[in-house]
């Protein structure tokens, strides 16, 4: 130990002040912290406005009750996809990269004025966001493809939301230098913390593709630029749009590795091969911009190849990769834990009744089945055309970034609320129904929307019945039903969502507080927890009959769905 | 924390477990095998998007639609233009070209095809964005303004088909549609 205290060095905010947690022994810092619960609140929030118009969606979709008339139908989908798939996930993310860097790694927060300028910044570009939206001139959906214009004040938004999640994206890049310098950690980083620094390289290219393309649309409807390209727009803009799904996946594929950690005492089956997966996003995710260009004219077919497979599908074999590592890590820990009888004892005994494991768990196993595969499909060259724009579309990334990143984040809050707000979870019974509600539901959304989108659906559509049209084209009766159920499913997970808002914020306020001596978990956390996430080292010996078992079935139905695919599309009309 | 030995803490030094090899190994080829069959499908298969493409101002575009709808304009036994719900039914040669606008809110023209005919098939828009969707066949296209796009279609069943937008374009997007009809 050196005289100098910590904290003394290039910083000049007010004092730096730690409290050990007593749950885990490990040091939080006072700004980390506070942060931390800054940016999961106003997530929280934005997911409760975002859920709430994604409801009014879904039912308007189901054909016996459309809901809403066609302008706010249009104008709600286009505030749906703002707030969720931009403010819920990317003020949650920045609160995950604050708890990887600085919670996981026991340091103080770099420059925390500036994070605090950045949350500002992030609340801002959301609300005025939100007040564009209302208002209803730009009513152009979240991808706001020109030349359909948007006020002005809708690309200034997003532009000023993405300056302040930059902000906090480089103040968690200072966090790793001051932990690193101040020797808060020994050796290579811990795995969540690599995982988030995978999802921070992955923000930075994506913020910057979305400045690249929103500044130039921004100066355009003021006036100042006479027109946009609209294939130069759609590629630049899915630089953005498909990449800062790369960031979720990193996010929650650390999420899941950290629950497992947390939960079950979980380690990494090889540091090395997790590692490596997480290395492969940063060098092929970026290229899924190419999804979104399949059916449109001017690209080469060699140019559409390459990048739809993300070079060969290496980005794929990341992801298929994290889906050995984590069940892998789990059933190694539990096999550890002493739930060594049979090929599944481990699975079966598992902290079901735990929300953060059961949402953890379906988060994994639906963004597999559902997101992964139907992804590769939606990405194969001449697949696209059998699905683009359809309600497939929505149907995979509602797999993706609902059942997939929503539920694995909402799955760690309820590890966050104690841990970081030292509160527990007020009632333990209603929190372990929540994540099989809204898992549910979000897996009813994801296949539903898919099945109508088989049946030629078309996604943002206000009237499948086309009542108004000049020719009245008649959708088969099963698009009809599989749009019922997917209304259905949207309460279900509605109210799975609600009963997570309503949770969450009731257990902030008033559960029962942990800051005094002998305070239990309502949840407990595994008896290693602290060590399995904050330290560096693999799982030494296993064995994983269930695991290859689960992985089996998986690549069973990847390569079936895959061949079904091809049929359908050797069927259709010929065209070249 | 101290008391951990030191060993071998750099992650890509770690050894590999053989589970985790094997499935890699399994993950690559089949990433390979996805990939080698896109290509391949370009031999193999009747279904590959042309990535024919011509810069186009939209105003020309929709002339020459109009002027392509006029020439083979379908014509009764009394010589009466035929429409189909008020959009005119153009019967184009077959092997030759055919033009379909996407403009708020119609697909335009009705077009008759002959089954199992190709015919060089143009597709641009006049305004914005639009999705050139065949049911209940299943063919989903992005149309852009400015772009033509000109792929070789050859339809292989015969009735009416429903041409649906789906591209969000404005209040009206719900009740844009087209009609192909095809016969023998």
Known sequence: ?576 | MAINPPSNRLWWKEPIHGIELAWIIIAFLWGVFMFFFMIAWHFIGNQNLSSETYRVNPDKFVERVEEFATEYQVLDETGAPVDIAGTPLVRPPAGGDVYMLGRLWEWWPALELKKGQSYRFHLSSADWQHGFSLQPVNINISVHPGYEHILTLTPTQTGDFGVVCNEFCGIGHHTMTGIIRVVE
């Open chain 1, 1 to 576: 130990m050196t005289t100098i205290d910590q904290g003394t060095i290039g910083y000049a905010g007010p004092q730096v002040r730690y409290r050990t947690c007593p749950f885990t022994g490990r040091r939080i810092e006072r700004s980390a912290e506070l942060l931390i619960r800054a940016n999961a609140v106003a997530a929280v929030v934005f997911l409760a406005v975002g859920g709430f118009f994604g409801l009014l969606v879904a039912l308007t979709r189901w054909p016996a009750v459309q809901l809403l008339p066609a302008d706010w139908f249009y104008l709600v989908l286009t505030g749906h996809g703002a707030n969720v798939l931009l403010f819920w996930i990317i003020f949650f993310e920045i609160a995950v990269l604050y708890f990887a860097s600085a919670v996981i790694l026991g340091s103080r927060l770099a420059t925390p004025r500036w994070a605090w300028l950045g949350f500002v910044l992030m609340i801002v570009g959301a609300v005025m966001a939100n007040y564009s939206v209302l208002k209803g001139d730009s009513t152009v959906m979240f991808t706001s493809y020109p030349p359909m214009m948007a006020e002005h004040w809708f690309y200034l938004s997003l532009i000023v939301f993405a300056v302040g999640a930059l902000i906090g994206v480089f103040v968690f890049f200072g966090t790793l230098v001051v932990a690193k310098d101040e020797k808060t950690y020994d050796g290579s980083v811990p795995l969540v913390t690599f995982g988030a620094i995978t999802a921070a390289i992955i923000a930075v290219f994506t913020l910057a593709a979305g400045a690249i393309i929103l500044v130039p649309t921004w100066l355009w409807s003021l006036g100042f630029i006479s027109g946009i390209d609209t294939l130069m727009y759609k590629l630049v803009w899915w630089g953005m749009g498909h990449s800062s799904q790369q960031i979720n996946v990193a996010a929650h594929i650390s999420i899941w590795y950290a629950i497992a950690a947390m939960v079950v005492g979980a380690k990494p089956l090889s540091e090395k091969v997790s590692r490596f997966a997480f290395l492969m996003y940063i060098l092929f995710l970026q290229l899924a911009s190419a999804h979104h260009m399949l059916a449109e004219p001017g690209m080469s077919s060699s140019w559409k190849i390459i990048n739809t497979s993300y070079m060969m599908y290496l980005a794929v074999m990341a992801s298929m990769i994290h889906g050995l590592t984590v069940p892998g890590a789990i059933e190694a820990a539990q096999r550890r834990n002493g739930y060594t009888r049979g090929m599944f004892e481990w699975l079966t005994k598992a902290p079901w009744g735990n929300p953060a494991f059961s949402g953890m768990f379906m988060s994994l196993v639906m963004f597999g089945f559902l997101g992964g595969i139907t992804g590769v499909i939606l990405g194969t060259e001449q697949l696209n055309v059998l699905m683009h724009n359809t309600i497939y579309v929505p149907g995979h990334f509602h797999g993706t970034v609902v059942a997939g990143t929503t539920l694995a984040f909402m799955a760690m809050t309820y590890i966050v609320v104690p841990l970081i707000f030292q509160r527990d979870i007020i009632w333990p019974r209603l929190a372990k129904l929540q994540p099989y509600l809204f898992g549910i539901g979000a897996g009813g959304i994801s296949l539903f929307m898919m099945g109508a989108g088989t049946l030629g659906v078309p996604r943002r559509h206000w009237d499948i019945a086309l009542t108004d049209a000049g020719h009245p084209f008649e959708f088969a009766p099963g698009a009809y039903l599989m749009m019922g159920l997917n209304g259905m499913s949207a309460i279900l997970a509605a109210t799975g969502g609600l009963l997570f808002v309503v949770l969450i914020v009731a257990s902030v306020l008033a559960g029962p507080k942990l800051d005094g001596p002998g305070a239990k978990l309502a949840f407990p956390l595994h008896d290693g927890a602290a060590q399995a996430v904050s330290e560096y080292g693999s799982e030494p010996h296993f064995k994983l009959p269930g695991t290859v078992m689960l992985v089996s079935i998986f690549f069973f139905t990847f390569v079936l769905y895959y061949f079904v695919n091809w049929k359908y599309l050797s069927d259709l009309w010929l065209f070249n």
